[in-house]
């Protein structure tokens, strides 16, 4: 008999929650929200449609003189060109006439008559007219959030001790997520390497992926109890199964409590190697975490998690503002900050850098700081600015070819002499893509350190977008051809001090792997450092 309260997954980050079920889904998906209107009350839905339509026009007036004025003129005009498509009289001719024709609310008339005009766009061979489908796409997104009154995420302002279910999660959504009102996270798609599982892990909120049709499942009033590292949750259990939950939750948060009192001493292998553990932070609260759990630096500072909480492009005084809060428990670690790391899936609604068939091997990274040097000026320069108060370096992400390494050091230079820096930073390379492992020896000797990403080194190598749920058997982030790689770089670095800071790195049955291989740093998710210490202190590389 089919237990139809019981929900199968994939475990994305350990642990064990219950809660009550926040469904979070996308405006645009959200079906119910439909209702008849009477012929009267056309004139007071379109006065709503206009009202939300100058909103979103004063914020893209914002975005277009930040971008314009920060990163790039002619990148800045595309808020402008937006802001004319909605002024477009055609616009508003049809949207009156769907009104008066159909009769129902605003927000069903504006979804309607945007997808309508993107469908044309799409159809269109000029690629020119493609990228003014997804310009489309946006404005419709803008204009029904504010229809609805959302000036902000959702999930900002979610209730305390919920279990957010929902098809998938953005990097852009889980960047709100916190430990203090999320209790658990439960998913239709997701892999293990997806940015929701990285971001759940750093926040130590346990969560599942893959639950199929997870979302007809489970609804608004429902109860959840998530086991991930079982792999399940259960719909409205039964109080012998909370019983025997809160029996295994307790033996649990035992050991956890265990491994936290040695999370401040060192991690030595039984043979006697020191390992190094230090964390992954991208906000106050990770950082507070790192420190409490004994991070001994951290690793990866990941400085886009700033950019995309934000709904119009940030100040230089605010950036450098909300980086020294917080980093400010970690005063006295060495912090490896990664410049701006956008592009693929994590884009900002801000920065419109075109239509990309296939992103993941498109402009992100340095790739897209490099094609706009005024944002990778502004990054470097907060960092430099940075260095009075903490030990900080800089790490460039997505290198492929040394031209990457060379023209950031040149900016780094331009940006020492004009602003009169002399406390130069060390610079970094990420090594996650396969042409760096290859090319390990010359990126090395251009470079001050070394860092493996091993979640998109996988992606690349193996062929298998991270993100994906249809190809997750392939992403192997332990496979010979992933391991041969990261070997590779160890043995080409040069002496270079060399970190892992992909998720592997917190595997604990992978870790044992990456010593053999001669890994001898760690950068891990802030809620596992003592977990990890306790692993490799079970270690030994002799046996």
């Not at 642990?15 to 959200?30: N, S």
């Not at 999930?155 to 953005?170: C, F, T, Y």
């Not at 030595?268 to 975490?289: S, W």
């Not at 070819?401 to 602003?419: F, K, L, S």
Request: hydrophobic share 40%; charged share 25%; with cysteine.
């Amino acid at each position: 008999m089919v237990d139809e309260n019981m929900l199968s997954g994939i475990c994305l980050s350990e642990g064990m929650a219950m809660g009550k079920v926040y469904i979070y889904q996308d405006m645009l998906q959200i079906s119910d929200d439909f209702y008849n209107i009477e012929e009267f009350q056309v004139k007071s839905e379109m006065n709503r449609i206009k009202i939300a339509i100058d909103d979103v026009i004063k914020d893209l007036r914002i975005s277009y003189h930040r971008i314009s004025t920060d990163v790039d003129s002619e990148l800045g005009e595309i808020f402008k060109a937006q802001e004319l498509m909605l002024r477009d009289m055609s616009l508003e001719k049809e949207l009156l006439a769907e009104l008066e024709k159909e009769l129902t609310n605003a927000e069903q008339i504006v979804i309607r008559i945007f997808n309508r005009w993107q469908k044309i766009f799409i159809d269109l061979p000029d690629p020119t007219f493609q990228q003014k489908s997804e310009d489309m796409i946006d404005l419709c997104r803008r204009v029904v959030n504010s229809l609805k009154g959302i000036h902000a995420n959702p999930l900002e302002n979610v209730p305390s001790g919920s279990i957010i279910v929902a098809k998938r999660l953005l990097p852009s959504d889980t960047v709100f997520l916190s430990r203090k009102s999320v209790n658990g996270v439960v998913l239709e798609e997701g892999g293990p390497a997806s940015h929701a599982a990285i971001l759940t892990r750093e926040f130590g909120i346990p969560a599942i992926g893959q639950v199929s049709d997870l979302l007809k499942k489970v609804h608004i009033d429902d109860i959840i109890m998530i086991d991930a590292e079982a792999e399940i949750a259960r719909i409205n259990p039964k109080e012998i199964e909370i019983d025997n939950f809160q029996i295994k939750k307790y033996k649990v948060d035992n050991t956890i409590l265990m491994f936290k009192k040695r999370c401040k001493k060192q991690a030595i292998t039984r043979c006697g190697r020191r390992i190094t553990v230090m964390a992954n932070i991208g906000c106050r609260e990770d950082a507070q975490t790192a420190v409490e759990n004994g991070a001994e630096g951290i690793g990866l500072f990941r400085t886009e998690t700033l950019y995309m909480s934000k709904k119009h492009f940030p100040e230089e005084d605010e950036i450098y503002s909300e980086m020294k809060n917080i980093l400010q428990p970690c005063e006295g670690l060495n912090i490896v900050a990664r410049l701006l790391d956008i592009g693929a899936d994590k884009s900002l609604p801000y920065l419109k850098t075109g239509l990309e068939s296939n992103p993941v091997l498109g402009l992100r990274g340095i790739r897209l700081l490099l094609a706009y040097p005024e944002l990778l000026r502004t990054q470097i320069k907060t960092i430099l600015k940075l260095r009075s108060i903490f030990d900080i370096d800089i790490l460039i992400p997505m290198v492929t070819v040394i031209g990457d390494i060379q023209a950031t050091i040149t900016e780094m230079e331009i940006c020492m002499a004009a602003y009169g820096f002399r406390n130069k930073p060390r610079m970094g390379s990420m090594i996650e893509t396969p042409a760096a492992a290859l090319d390990c020896k010359r990126i090395a000797s251009h470079v001050d350190f070394l860092s493996i990403g091993t979640n998109d080194l996988t992606q690349y190598t193996m062929a298998a977008c991270r993100e994906s749920t249809l190809v997750s058997n392939y992403f192997i982030e332990d496979h010979p051809a992933v391991l041969k790689l990261v070997s590779m770089t160890v043995e080409q670095s040069l002496g270079r001090p060399l970190a892992v800071c992909g998720e592997i790195a917190s595997n604990c049955k992978a870790i044992k792997k990456l010593l053999s291989l001669g890994i001898r740093t760690l950068s891990v998710s802030p809620s596992l450092i003592p977990a990890v210490k306790q692993k490799i202190r079970e270690i030994s590389l002799k046996d």
